[in-house]
T-cell receptor
């Protein structure tokens, strides 16, 4: 079965600093990969997704993620964090060619200091 | 377009009580899902409906039942609520294979 690991429960950065949130998956073939953001008291919103093609994916709100097959990783990055980016971030993995039911990581909480 | 709507937003139950969480989508999506979110656990799939008339168990189905009433609506029922079912419940929908999931705002349920 597929699994998703987000090794960092909390990440703290200063406003304006760069950000990288880690995501590793366990699955033999190339899965579909997603990053979602959840603001306090809200549902999840898709930031970006990777199905195939260019391994560097651009998303909304200035986020990008890079798929690295050799490392089974799909890390999320942003060059300059804004205070409004403080939220919970979830990586998700779905089986390509399967039922497309994503498995979610446990989430990383981003704290932004002024 | 309201997207995915959920009712109620908050609910407090006593152990043993029953209730139904409602979910509706106006995007003509084929597939709908129910997740629960617990601190440090991410989202876990309870049940899903790949298309109207079908439902399947997810990772944590025990203690729940679902009904895909029509293409728009997918309800989640707790027949006899337990404190372990205290959680935030999210409904989601998508067109199907490869499509982005769209989430509702969630229902915060407390079982005393």
């Amino acid at each position: 079965a597929q699994s998703v690991t987000q090794p960092d429960i909390h990440i703290t950065v200063s406003e304006g600093a760069s950000l990288e949130l880690r995501c590793n998956y366990s699955y033999g073939a190339t899965p579909y990969l997603f990053w979602y953001v959840q603001s306090p008291g809200q549902g999840l919103q898709l930031l970006l997704k990777y199905f195939s093609g260019d391994t560097l994916v651009q998303g909304i709100k200035g986020f990008e993620a890079e798929f690295k097959r050799s490392q089974s990783s799909f890390n999320l990055r942003k060059p300059s964090v804004h205070w409004s980016d403080a939220a919970e971030y979830f990586c998700a993995v779905a089986l390509s060619g399967g039922s497309y039911i994503p498995t979610f990581g446990r989430g990383t909480s981003l704290i932004v200091h002024p | 377009n309201a997207g995915v709507t959920q009712t109620p937003k908050f609910q407090v139950l006593k152990t043993g009580q029953s209730m139904t969480l409602q979910c509706a989508q106006d995007m003509n999506h084929n597939s709908m899902y129910w997740y629960r979110q617990d601190p440090g656990m991410g989202l876990r799939l309870i049940y899903y409906s790949a298309s109207e008339g079908t439902t399947d168990k997810g990772e944590v189905p025990n203690g729940y039942n679902v009904s895909r009433l029509n293409k728009r609506e997918f309800s989640l029922r707790l027949e006899s609520a337990a404190p372990s079912q205290t959680s935030v419940y999210f409904c989601a929908s998508n067109r199907g294979h490869q499509d982005t999931q769209y989430f509702g705002p969630g229902t915060r349920l407390t079982v005393l």
